[in-house]
């Protein structure tokens, strides 16, 4: 919903704007291998490849300040390699050879990398009985969503009797707080039920 109203707003130049929000490295996980191995383990995942890489842990003299063997592999090419997958598994899990396997067929999670400046603006359009929704989405969304700038955003925007005398008391009490306060019954009504789950939520 976030990223379709995104995209309809601004056309082509979102797209190359949510492309862009990427970066060169899309996931990066270290951890120490399965017992009885001591072996510590990288993998990460940038924007063309998925690089591994292995330090051997062993009290032989040989191995001590050894640098770490690196195997690097296109996103194609990881699909295709069973063993390489099979060693994620052993080591990170399940969960995170799905996640390695998702971002390798280029399904990105791009709300999740979305700034909170922009996350802020696009809630703006939205009405608060989808707030509510995208609030129980992620920890991430429900921390914005509950934040003093999301609320100072909310009265300023959406409560029409908020005065610049107000400004004062919202900044000592808290915005949220003036919102409940003042405004909570001046509101849309289709808004009220919204309005107080995100109150019980707090």
Avoid at 13 to 19: G, L, P, R, T, V
Wanted: with cysteine; glycine share 6%; charged share 20%.
């Amino acid at each position: 919903m976030l990223y379709q109203l995104l995209m309809s707003s601004h056309g082509n130049s979102a797209a190359s704007k949510m492309a862009s929000l990427l970066g060169e490295h899309l996931f990066q996980i270290s951890g120490q291998g399965p017992p009885p191995q001591k072996d510590f383990f990288q993998l990460l995942i940038t924007n063309i490849e998925v690089i591994w890489r292995t330090w051997t842990i062993s009290i032989r003299l040989e191995c001590q300040g050894a640098t770490p063997t690196e195997l690097k592999v296109s996103h194609d090419n990881f699909l295709l390699q069973k063993m390489l997958q099979q060693n994620v598994e052993a080591v990170f899990g399940q969960r995170i050879l799905e996640y390695t396997r998702s971002l390798c067929q280029g399904q990105f999670d791009y709300l999740e990398r979305l700034p909170n400046g922009m996350v802020l603006k696009i809630l703006s359009f939205l009405q608060l009985t989808d707030v509510t929704r995208l609030a129980q989405v992620s920890h991430r969304f429900r921390q914005i969503c509950d934040s003093e700038k999301f609320w100072e955003q909310t009265v300023r925007n959406r409560c029409d009797d908020f005065t610049s005398d107000m400004e004062g008391i919202a900044n000592v009490m808290g915005w949220r707080k003036i919102f409940f306060t003042f405004f909570h019954t001046s509101v849309h009504e289709e808004n009220h039920e919204a309005i107080g789950e995100l109150d019980s939520q707090h």
